[in-house]
């Protein structure tokens, strides 16, 4: 299969197995949408600028038939810019399908367990359908050589899709491996 490159204007979703468990926290590389209008957004609007965002980590809750999560009316499966219309993608990264990425998450309520990283490349029409077909596959934790904590997740060779959380890390670093299949327009 020919590798084509593809951005992370592309959804990734990052999202937990367990209904009744409610994170705080984000993917802060590459930035998750929320995090890209905390940073760059304004609140003076502007078309070119995503609908400002104050906090990054409160994306914990979506609409039923959501992936992105929500803050208040800002909902990130649609994006907005700051001037009220639709949001386009801006890519965060350019990665081909099969690479092994690394990606950091940052937990500012840090409720243990795992996280499960799935990604659509269709942007406009995401749905549960496409993002179950593509799970990211997590190959190792680096998150004691990078940031110098105690703990480095083990790979769950019967759950190859689930990335454990250290109890006492505030931020991870950890390497998946993008499925075959999964790009995009680059």
Known sequence: MTNKSYNLAII???STTLDLCYGHGYMSSPRSRQ???FEDGSWAGG???PEK???PSCANIKNADGFCGKVQTRDYDFP???NGNPYGPVPQAIWTEGQYVEMEFVYTANHQGHHVTY???DFDNPTKECFEQYPLEFVEDLTVQTYGTTYNAPKDELHPERAYV???APVTRMRFKL???LYGDP
């Open 179 to 181: 499925p075959e299949g």
């Open 80 to 82: 907005k810019d700051g």
């Open 119 to 121: 990604g659509c490349p």
């Open 47 to 49: 078309d070119n600028l």
């Open 12 to 14: 990734f979703l990052v």
């Open 35 to 37: 995090l890209v209008a």
């Open 166 to 168: 250290d109890p006492a």
């Open 53 to 55: 965002e104050n906090c």
